[in-house]
């Protein structure tokens, strides 16, 4: 199979790319070799090559910022998916493309389905909603991915922040009336392939369970200790959503997406969050 990646120098491309390049014919473009914004370039980069499967994981994911560059959001995370759609379909290719939990508004307090009705409330979550209607009206063999809270080795996140903080700091705390699921890179890449053939229109793929951002961090940090690595802070203490006034956009205070679709369609439940952030920091700390 010869597959694209877009979005190779980020969290989740470097990682499907690391894990795909020595199983299929993979050609792969970071930001600085394929800038989305800029449609000429995409259609000069992808137009020659011949591929079957084209896995999108760039976007403008900067939530506060897209705020203030609307025009700039809206260019990568809905006119490009458009465009990779509409050369994917006149190649015959088919179009794996990633989004977020953020294109639901967080009202509800139990798992969002595939069919739950999007209300984005960020114009970060409008632009990805965008993105996905235009993949899903060019072709029905298109595939829209959501995915919630990523972490891996090759860009830090917030994982890294706390653990980072833990090491410097006597007292760290994070968010606890927040929930969504941590999803895991490396789970993510083993789980992709059982979707490369299936028409399934959108699918939620993350770790199980759900979980608070101050659950997130104090689990990892009570990982970090049974493993002995040294850290200052032992407890993460909690703080509200409406403590944080640097925030310029609002985000869905709950936004945990239901994998019952995806279990249905592979016969695969993906590990619970809490055993993918321990082999996580098992693979990334234990060394260090």
């Not at 010869?2 to 894990?19: D, F, K, Q, Y």
């Not at 009705?117 to 970060?124: D, E, G, N, Q, R």
Request: proline residues 5%.
């Amino acid at each position: 199979m010869r597959i694209v990646i877009l979005g190779a120098g980020g969290r989740l491309g470097a990682a499907l790319t690391r894990e795909y390049e020595s199983k299929f014919d993979v050609t792969a473009f970071n930001h600085a070799q394929l800038d989305l914004a800029k449609p000429k370039e995409i259609q000069d980069k992808l137009s020659p090559i011949q591929f079957d499967l084209l896995i999108n994981c760039a976007a403008f994911t900067n939530v506060d910022l897209a705020e203030s560059k609307r025009e700039l959001a809206f260019a990568i995370n809905a006119e490009a998916p458009r465009l990779l759609a509409e050369i994917c379909r006149d190649k015959k290719a088919k179009l794996i493309h990633f989004s977020t939990d953020y294109v639901f508004d967080g009202e509800k307090r139990e798992p969002y389905s595939e069919d739950d009705a999007t209300t984005p409330v960020s114009i970060y979550g409008k632009s990805k909603r965008a993105g996905e209607k235009f993949v899903l009206q060019t072709s029905d063999r298109h595939l829209v991915v959501r995915v919630s809270w990523v972490f891996g080795p090759d860009r830090p996140s917030f994982i890294d922040a706390m653990i980072k903080r833990a090491r410097e700091e006597e007292k760290i705390e994070a968010i606890a009336d927040k929930w969504s699921t941590p999803t895991y890179t490396a789970d993510v890449a083993g789980m992709l392939p059982t979707l490369f053939e299936i028409d399934a229109g959108i699918l939620h793929l993350t770790n199980s369970g759900e979980c608070t951002w101050q659950e997130y961090a104090q689990h990892a940090l009570d990982y970090c200790r049974t493993l002995g690595l040294p850290l200052k802070a032992k407890t993460v203490a909690a703080v509200k959503l409406s403590d944080m006034k640097n925030w310029v956009a609002r985000r869905p205070v709950y936004s945990v997406l239901s994998t019952a679709k995806y279990q249905a369609l592979s016969g695969i439940k993906p590990r619970p969050w809490r055993d993918a952030v321990a082999d996580y920091i098992e693979r990334s700390y234990s060394k260090k």
